[in-house]
């Protein structure tokens, strides 16, 4: 899968922390940068030519 795509990270709390338009480049997200996002647990949603996928993402530093 190649082209743009919308992705959103959510805290548990179901607030969205970033949201980022991002190139998908062979199936894998190109230069996506958490900023300084806490520690935690976050649900990563992609929305890419009308398909929606969801996962937990773990961020430990």
Excluded: C, H, P, W
């Excluded at 894998?28 to 890419?48: A, E, H, P, V």
């Excluded at 929606?52 to 430990?60: D, E, F, G, Q």
């Amino acid at each position: 899968m190649n082209g743009k795509a919308t992705i959103t990270l959510f805290d548990l709390l179901g607030k969205a922390r970033i949201e980022r338009e991002v190139q998908i480049v062979n199936g894998m997200i190109k230069d996506f940068q958490l900023g300084l996002l806490s520690n935690g647990i976050y649900m990563l949603r992609i929305d890419s030519q009308g398909v929606t996928a969801t996962s937990k993402l773990i961020v430990k530093r």
